[in-house]
């Protein structure tokens, strides 16, 4: 009993735009998350910025995570 594999063109058009909104949204949540740590100094992140950069690479909860938790609170 093999399966064979759908293409991205026989998913129904709903199920495409989920994937294309779902993939969009991956990529801008991880370019947002590498800006960021790079615009910051050390002292604004918690841990290493390598650290945080590689687990950025990790679907989107890493963005989401360095976002969470990466990141210091701002002091006024």
Known sequence: MARTKKKFSDLPPLAQT?????????????????????????????????LWVGLCFVNTLGPLSYFSFGRKKLQD
Do not use: C, H, N, W
């Open 18 to 50: 989920a994937v294309v909104v779902a993939g969009t949204i991956e990529i801008a949540l991880f370019a947002a998350a590498q800006i960021d740590i790079y615009r910051r100094s050390p002292e604004q992140i918690r841990g290493r910025k390598g």
